[in-house]
């Protein structure tokens, strides 16, 4: 098996810390708090007033900092190099993007840089502070009215979604001459995790799913690599792998078009945000949504890449509600919230049936395209990729529609 090609790309300030079960982003060095406060100074013109910077909160890739000043208040968020350059045009982008052509609430971006060559030493933008809470922070005192209304609220915003088609799979740009957009290089966690920003691969746009995943076969051999052949549980890990991988390529063109039958049957993409999650959704203190804030790592791509229940409903199922506790335990709410959300998926899906039924015609007939890709994401387990490998191998074998999802195994 022959190693992809390396290219070199300069990452300061982020070091990646992995272990059998996760790949964590780490900071090396902090952004400077005094040369944010210069940053804000020069883009809002503010003279001699000097704004009041202090840290706000912390993600996955950023550290937000809260500003206020005389022009308003805002977040001006840093951003870890993991994908340097793209990660940030693209999210500013896809903002632009949604103000654009859909009615969904998202923040207004007032600067940015995505040079790493800059004073701060880290990408950043400075964009709209919205005076709201994270939902997982209100859940529980919101009304069963308002949590069925927020989740209509997130299926008609999904459908906007849904329908602004494309026909490319890729990250949103910026163009300038004209003004406009454009997809380029698909800036998804899988393509730049770890080491794999640094792989000479094709990352898009891409013409048909077929290139699309061939990419990503290529990403899930380059994890394959880092397994140690003389340990045991690695090597039978590393089978493991392999037959996953052997059996997606053989259904690659059982399943999906290739670029030239793309051409004429015009396989449809769509802007997919996988994130929108109770941290990223933010609740007015009436209980209705404010904003949607996280666009980093959104993509136009396939429909049945796309169709999928909101993370925020995401959880264990609890069939019957909890008996009412008074006063309500931790346990309880838990429960409880369990509960709430195995019913408000139902809802949700029953909502998406009737304002955009080509997205549940999807969702329900696509599973099979669906579960090829979540048997890649299981490869780097050592568990999930046994039950990646009995299902690839029951579809390969003909199973089809037949062959329970992957999405289900081991619920």
């Known amino acids: 098996m022959a190693s992809v090609p390396l290219r070199h790309i300069e990452q300061p300030g982020l070091e990646w810390e992995e272990d059998l079960f996760s790949c964590e982003p ?3 060095k902090e952004p400077s708090i005094d040369i944010i406060k210069t940053l804000v100074v020069r883009h809002f013109d503010l003279d001699k007033e000097a704004p009041d910077v202090s840290f706000f909160a912390e993600g996955a890739f950023n550290k937000l900092y ?3 000043c005389g022009r308003g208040r805002f977040i001006f968020r840093a951003t870890l190099p993991v994908a340097p350059g793209v990660k940030t045009k693209s999210e500013v982008a896809t903002l632009a993007f949604v103000r654009e052509n859909t009615t969904i609430p998202v923040p207004q971006v007032f600067a940015y840089d995505a040079d790493l ?9 400075l964009m709209e502070r919205i005076d709201a809470r994270p939902l997982h922070e209100v859940w529980h005192s919101m009304s069963w009215l308002k949590k069925g209304l927020l989740v209509m609220k997130i299926a008609d915003y999904t459908a906007q979604l849904f329908r602004l088609e ?11 001459d004209p003004p406009g957009f ?12 770890s080491t794999n920003i640094h792989l000479d691969i094709p990352r898009g746009p891409f013409a048909s799913s077929r290139a699309y995943i061939t990419a990503r076969i290529q990403l899930t051999q380059h994890w394959a690599r880092k397994l140690d052949l003389t340990d045991d549980d690695d090597a039978e890990h590393y089978a493991d792998i392999q037959a996953v991988l052997s059996g997606i390529q053989t259904l690659l063109p059982r399943l999906f078009l290739a670029a030239q039958d793309q051409e004429q049957e015009q396989e449809p993409t769509t802007l997919c945000n996988r ?3 109770a941290s990223n959704m933010l609740i007015t203190p009436h209980g209705d949504l404010a904003s949607i804030v996280d666009w980093e790592c959104t993509a136009f791509v396939p429909h049945y890449q796309a169709v999928a229940i909101p993370a925020f409903l995401k959880g264990p199922a ?6 009412p506790q008074t006063p309500s335990t931790e346990a309880h709410l838990e429960q409880l919230e369990q509960y709430e ?7 949700f899906v029953q909502e998406m049936a009737r304002v955009e039924p080509g997205w549940v015609r999807v969702y329900e007939s696509q599973r099979v395209c669906q579960d090829v890709l979540l048997a890649m994401e299981y490869c780097e387990n050592d568990m999930l990729v046994k039950w990646a490998r009995g299902w690839v191998e029951k579809v390969v074998q003909g199973g089809g529609g037949s062959v329970r999802s992957l999405a289900e195994v081991g619920k």
Do not use: C
């Open 26 to 28: 780490h900071w090396t």
């Open 66 to 68: 809260a500003v206020d």
């Open 117 to 125: 060559n800059n004073a701060l030493g880290f990408e950043w933008i």
């Open 166 to 176: 494309m026909r490319t799979i890729g990250s949103l740009y910026l163009t300038h």
């Open 182 to 193: 454009t997809l380029g290089e698909t800036v998804l966690p899988q393509f730049f995790k």
């Open 275 to 277: 994130d929108i999650s």
């Open 318 to 323: 609890l069939a019957a509600p909890p008996e």
């Open 341 to 347: 959300k195995a019913r408000l998926r139902e809802f």
